[in-house]
């Protein structure tokens, strides 16, 4: 991905951007979600204008799969953004998610128990690029029942509002991705985590130049996977490990699109060992 004017901004990445910005008002507090190997290069720099001074939990997924994450989580506090690290698939921090934005909403939800109003349930919205798990983390939070709640004032029977907790209803949002990426670096990354479809860029350079990061900064996690000798070239290490996994067309030439696709899928499911890419 040499291209640093890479563009990708379908429609239907408008038509979120649009929801937000029409459905802010409905909400107490934006639960911004984050890759937690690469918790700055998955961060939307459209959020800041689009939600302004609304109160934001940063949401750290995938922690299971990160090196650093305390280092990661102090970053965001010291910045006075409040952060709490989450694995939503097996579940791991998710009661602190649920503490900490009850926490936060709790100014808002105040006011109408302050003047007499009925008390009612904290309202959240989940935010976030392509891929960070914005799926499986609203799986995790309702269970299995995506109970839609209707009759709330201002809010249409089209909207989907699923409970996730006693006390705390969750405005369901699709998510967003930057309109153009300037900086090649972070394209790349978000290219290595999924956030970016394989189909629009050349795949090659990218996970080569994945391996050659791995290779400087966790190399443990190829050495064991692979059983193969680290070298500081990707176009190496691809044939070292697309030769050691049988990745070979009819003539002992290596097929060299199952190698690439071998290592971003096992990339992506954490197989490589825990990184930090940022």
């Not at 709490?84 to 709790?106: E, H, M, Q, R, T």
């Not at 799986?139 to 909207?159: C, D, F, Q, S």
């Not at 003539?251 to 199952?258: H, M, R």
Request: glycine fraction near 6%; hydrophobic fraction near 45%; include cysteine.
């Amino acid at each position: 991905m040499q291209d640093n004017s890479l563009n990708w901004f379908p429609g239907h990445m408008m038509k979120a951007q649009s929801l937000i910005q029409e459905n802010l008002s409905l909400v107490d507090l934006v639960i911004e979600l984050l890759d937690a190997r690469i918790p700055i290069s998955s961060q939307n720099p459209l959020l800041n204008e689009l939600i302004g001074s609304k109160p934001r939990l940063i949401v750290l997924n995938k922690a299971d799969l990160a090196a650093n994450v305390d280092s990661s989580l102090k970053i965001f506090r010291d910045n006075d953004f409040p952060a709490v690290a989450v694995d939503s698939v097996k579940g791991s921090g998710i009661k602190n998610l649920i503490a900490l934005a009850k926490s936060l909403a709790k100014p808002k939800t105040d006011k109408f128990s302050k003047f007499g109003a009925k008390p009612r349930s904290a309202r959240v919205m989940i935010v976030g690029i392509p891929n960070v798990g914005k799926s499986s983390l609203i799986n995790r939070l309702a269970g299995m029942n995506h109970t839609k709640i209707e009759n709330k004032p201002g809010v249409t029977r089209a909207k989907q509002w699923i409970k996730i907790a006693e006390g705390l209803d969750l405005l369901d949002m699709p998510g967003i991705l930057y309109p153009k990426f300037d900086n090649p670096d972070v394209a790349l990354k978000l290219s290595w985590i999924y956030a970016i479809s394989d189909e629009i860029h050349d795949l090659e350079p990218t996970v080569c130049k994945l391996l050659e990061v791995l290779a400087e900064k966790f190399p443990a996690g190829l050495i064991e996977r692979y059983k193969i000798e680290i070298s500081t070239d990707g176009h190496e290490l691809l044939n070292k490990i697309g030769l050691k996994r049988g990745c070979i067309r009819k003539g002992g030439v290596l097929d060299v699109d199952k190698a690439l696709r071998l290592v971003l899928s096992e990339f992506r499911a954490g197989k490589l060992g825990k990184v930090m890419l940022d």
